[in-house]
């Protein structure tokens, strides 16, 4: 009988080293990561004002609301909503958009059926509508926000509804013919009494 204690042998299973190297390589690349965040949030504290206490908590200084215009505002809002210059800037842009862009790619040669008005600008309800599938071609053709299904999604859900309303037949182009331009008319002359108040 031999004096040396009983070893007991574990059979190390083959696939086992493998996903310890995978382990490693997960808490490497964690770990670089936390360093990223890290450096990222120190370089945020350094360029934070003297006094300004509140940055990166996601608070509003006292006497500063989240109403207030800053720089940080990245997308514009809906055109309908802005005021002249910011109205006339917006659709300078627009109109850059549906000229360089939809007017070429996407409009066929206007008919009874698909109608269409050079002075699409002078139509409001042509203006909201193409202002909100601009809105959604920006967002939706940049791989990094949407990936590589945004185009498809674009076109399915604004694009294609949106060319059906103004082209159709009952649409803000229903008075425009190749040679004549005719604004819609049917608006009410007075804006609904919700919006305005007459004295009594």
Same mark, same amino acid.
């Given at each position: 009988? =031999?004096?040396?204690?009983?070893? %007991?042998?574990?059979?190390? %299973?083959?696939?086992?080293?493998?996903?310890?190297?995978?382990?490693?390589?997960? *808490?490497?690349?964690?770990?670089?990561?936390?360093?990223?965040?890290? #450096?990222? !949030?120190?370089?945020?504290? @350094?360029?934070?004002?003297?006094?300004?206490? +509140?940055?990166?908590?996601?608070?509003?200084? #006292?006497?500063? +609301?989240?109403?207030?215009?800053?720089?940080?505002?990245?997308?514009?809002?809906?055109?309908?909503?802005?005021? %002249?210059?910011?109205?006339?800037?917006? /659709?300078?842009?627009?109109?850059?958009?549906? @000229?360089?862009?939809?007017? %070429?790619?996407?409009?066929?040669?206007?008919? !009874?059926?698909?109608?269409? $008005?050079?002075?699409?600008?002078?139509?409001? *309800?042509?203006?909201?509508?193409?202002?909100? $599938?601009? /809105?959604?071609?920006?967002?939706?053709?940049?791989?990094? +926000?949407?990936?590589?299904?945004?185009?498809?999604?674009?076109?399915?859900?604004?694009?294609?509804? $949106?060319?059906?309303?103004?082209?159709?037949? =009952?649409?803000?182009?229903?008075? $425009? +013919?190749? &040679?004549?331009?005719?604004? &819609?008319?049917?608006?009410?002359?007075? *804006?609904? =009494? !919700?919006?305005?108040?007459?004295?009594?």
């Amino acid at each position: 009988m =031999s004096d040396e204690p009983d070893v %007991p042998r574990f059979e190390v %299973p083959v696939g086992l080293f493998q996903d310890v190297e995978d382990l490693r390589a997960d *808490v490497v690349r964690l770990t670089g990561q936390v360093k990223t965040l890290m #450096e990222a !949030a120190e370089t945020r504290a @350094e360029e934070t004002p003297p006094g300004d206490e +509140t940055a990166g908590t996601g608070e509003e200084p #006292e006497g500063k +609301t989240g109403d207030e215009d800053d720089e940080e505002w990245k997308f514009p809002p809906f055109i309908l909503l802005l005021d %002249p210059p910011e109205y006339d800037d917006e /659709l300078r842009a627009l109109t850059e958009w549906v @000229e360089g862009v939809l007017v %070429p790619g996407y409009l066929a040669e206007p008919s !009874a059926e698909a109608r269409w $008005c050079h002075r699409w600008f002078d139509h409001p *309800v042509a203006v909201a509508r193409l202002h909100a $599938c601009w /809105l959604a071609w920006q967002e939706l053709t940049d791989p990094a +926000t949407c990936g590589y299904t945004g185009p498809s999604v674009w076109h399915r859900d604004h694009l294609d509804p $949106c060319m059906r309303e103004l082209r159709g037949s =009952s649409g803000p182009f229903e008075g $425009c +013919t190749k &040679n004549e331009h005719q604004i &819609n008319h049917r608006l009410p002359g007075l *804006v609904p =009494s !919700a919006w305005s108040h007459t004295g009594d």
